[in-house]
């Protein structure tokens, strides 16, 4: 499991095992947030098996599940109030770690737009999805 941290209370990662989430508490994160849809890949556990393994580690668990077609889906606010919680630190995961990382630049201020980027970017992340949510949220309405 490559964890990336984006902030002081906001990691990333790929696609997590039932027994990464002992290692993932015992790391400090307190929250675990899941943007994978239930069988995207026949390989991955099912949330319901993942939030059942968090809340036996005494961790909070959200499925906020999206895609490329549904980004940034209808959890972005909720999910940014996570990602801006210094007192309860989060673990968001997909497929990759990029989904995640584009959902929290999406959900950035604009006053703080241009470091998530830049942080984004430098952690080795694509950010098409996050850079078209953007471009379209400028367009006038």
Same mark, same amino acid.
């Given at each position: +499991? *490559?964890?990336?941290? =984006? &902030?002081?209370?906001?990691?990333?990662?790929?696609?997590? &095992? #039932?027994? %990464?989430?002992?290692?993932?508490? @015992?790391?400090?994160? &307190?929250? #675990?947030?899941? *943007?994978?849809?239930?069988? !995207? !890949?026949? /390989?991955?556990?099912?949330?319901?098996?993942?939030?059942?393994?968090? !809340?036996?580690?005494?961790? !909070?668990?959200?499925? +906020?599940?999206?895609? @490329?077609?549904?980004?940034?889906?209808?959890? #972005?606010?909720?999910?940014?109030? =996570?990602?801006?919680?210094? $007192?309860?630190?989060? #673990?968001?995961?997909?497929?990759?770690? /990029?989904?995640?990382? *584009?959902?929290?630049?999406?959900?950035?201020?604009?006053? %703080?737009?241009? &470091?998530? $980027?830049?942080?984004?970017?430098?952690?080795?992340?694509?950010?098409?999805? @996050?850079?078209?949510?953007?471009?379209? @949220?400028?367009?006038?309405?």
């Amino acid at each position: +499991m *490559n964890i990336v941290k =984006l &902030t002081a209370s906001l990691a990333v990662s790929a696609q997590i &095992t #039932l027994d %990464d989430v002992v290692q993932i508490a @015992a790391a400090g994160y &307190t929250v #675990l947030i899941n *943007n994978r849809p239930d069988g !995207e !890949e026949s /390989t991955q556990p099912l949330s319901a098996s993942i939030e059942a393994a968090a !809340e036996a580690v005494g961790m !909070e668990y959200h499925h +906020m599940p999206m895609t @490329a077609v549904s980004f940034p889906g209808p959890d #972005l606010d909720a999910m940014s109030d =996570l990602f801006d919680d210094p $007192l309860r630190p989060v #673990l968001a995961f997909c497929r990759s770690g /990029t989904r995640c990382a *584009n959902l929290w630049v999406a959900g950035r201020a604009d006053a %703080d737009m241009a &470091t998530a $980027l830049q942080v984004a970017c430098q952690c080795g992340f694509e950010l098409d999805m @996050a850079s078209s949510f953007i471009a379209d @949220a400028a367009q006038p309405k």
